[in-house]
T-cell receptor
C-alpha cells in the first residue's frame, strides 16, 4: 500500500543550527516526492519536488531535500535555521504506477525554531 | 503566479445547514481538489476533478458533494452540515495529472459547525 511517514510530530532547533525534517515513503512504482510548508492559518506553499535526476533537490527559502532510493526517504534540510522557518511541513508522494495520479500526504511535522 | 482563491477564510454555520465553499483558480489548470485538514491527520482528499464537469470521490466523500461547471471554479457542498465537519478546508489546483506538476493551494477556509 502507498504511504508516507513523517516520524516526528515536532522538531525543535535553535536558530542558526542545521535542521532536518524526516520523510519516508512506500510506493510500488517510481516516486514523485514533494515538500510543502504551511504557516499558521494559511494554505500550503510548495517548497520543492523530486521527479527524476539529481538526488539533491534545492527549493525555496534555502531548503533542500535528498532523495534516497535505498532508504525510501526524502528528508528536508536547511543548513542554518531561521525563526521564520517555524511552520508545519508536509511531505507528499505520488506513485508513478498509480493511474489516479493522487498525492499521498504525511501527517505533518511542526518545526519550531528558537531564537 | 498561480492564484487559488477560496471565498471565505472563516465560516460559522449551524447544524443541518447547506454550506457552499467556493474555489477559483486563475491559471487554466485542469485538475482541482478539495481536502480537509485536521490535526494529526494530515490532508485527506474529499473530492477531485480532472476537468470541467468531471468529479471523482476521494478518501472521505461522505456528507459532501462538488460541482465544476466551469474550469476555473470548483465548489464543495456540505449537504447538511454536522459538527464533525468542523475543520480546515483546502482547495488546490494542478496543471494536469500526468508528470510531476505540483499543486497550488488556496488560503484555506476554517469552518465551524455549531
Amino acid at each position: 500500500a502507498q504511504s508516507v511517514a513523517q516520524p516526528e510530530d515536532q522538531v525543535n532547533v535553535a536558530e542558526g543550527n542545521p535542521l532536518t525534517v524526516k520523510c519516508t515513503y512506500s510506493v510500488s512504482g517510481n516516486p514523485y516526492l514533494f515538500w510543502y510548508v504551511q504557516y499558521p492559518n494559511r494554505g500550503l506553499q510548495f517548497l520543492l519536488k523530486y521527479i527524476t535526476g539529481d538526488n539533491l533537490v534545492k527549493g525555496s527559502y534555502g531548503f533542500e531535500a535528498e532523495f534516497n532510493k535505498s532508504q525510501t526517504s526524502f528528508h528536508l534540510k536547511k543548513p542554518s535555521a531561521l525563526v521564520s522557518d517555524s511552520a508545519l511541513y508536509f511531505c507528499a508522494v505520488r506513485d508513478g504506477a498509480d493511474s489516479n495520479y493522487q498525492l499521498i500526504w504525511g501527517a505533518g511535522t511542526k518545526l519550531i525554531i528558537k531564537p | 503566479d498561480v492564484k487559488v482563491t477560496q471565498s471565505s477564510r472563516y465560516l460559522v454555520k449551524r447544524t443541518g445547514e447547506k454550506v457552499f465553499l467556493e474555489c477559483v483558480q486563475d491559471m487554466d489548470h485542469e485538475n482541482m481538489f478539495w481536502y480537509r485538514q485536521d490535526p494529526g491527520l494530515g490532508l485527506r482528499l474529499i473530492y477531485f476533478s480532472y476537468d470541467v464537469k468531471m468529479k471523482e470521490k476521494g478518501d472521505i466523500p461522505e456528507g459532501y458533494s462538488v460541482s465544476r461547471e466551469k474550469k476555473e471554479r470548483f465548489s464543495l457542498i456540505l449537504e447538511s452540515a454536522s459538527t464533525n465537519q468542523t475543520s480546515m478546508y483546502l482547495c488546490a489546483s494542478r496543471l494536469y495529472r500526468e508528470g510531476g506538476t505540483e499543486a497550488f493551494f488556496g488560503q484555506g477556509t476554517r469552518l465551524t459547525v455549531v
